[in-house]
């Protein structure tokens, strides 16, 4: 059985930070997609405050926020462990501590370990439900909002 060919999302990380950047959502938020590693373990993510992602106080829309965190857990876990795995994100929160303000900033890390570790606990095509923490911050490195997902992780069955 050949192996399938991974999406044109994650062929290269350039292609991945360039297409997420010119998505309609995130440039229409103002979100750009400023970084991202060789091997999609580190992902940064900002946002400037613009009329148009700012709410009815000049401050970053929370929706905005959320969105800028909402799928690079998720995609960047997908392309770590490749298309034998099913990877969704499950659930989220956030806390939303202070205004944002000016250009907000938020970097999504996954360590070898911890991707060792998934690939071992859905060894025997259990569900997998790892959770991850975030912290949005401000230009002062001052948490604007704290995000938690969790995402759901399991071997494709045949």
Known sequence: ????????????????????????PYWGTGIRVSHVSQDYGKIMVE?????????AFNTHFGGSLYSMCDPFY?????AKLGPRYVVWDQAANIEFIKPGRGTVRAVFEWSDAQIQDIIQQAAD?????????LDVVDE??????????TLYVRLKRH
């Open 1 to 24: 059985m050949t192996e399938k060919k991974s999406p044109l999302l994650f062929r290269s990380p350039w292609l991945f930070r360039y297409g997420l950047t010119w998505f309609g």
């Open 47 to 55: 946002m400037r405050k613009r009329w148009f992602n700012s709410n």
């Open 74 to 78: 998720c995609l960047a876990l997908v």
């Open 125 to 133: 095509g259990q569900k997998v439900l790892p959770v991850r923490h």
């Open 140 to 149: 002062a490195g001052e948490v604007v909002a704290r995000v938690q997902k």
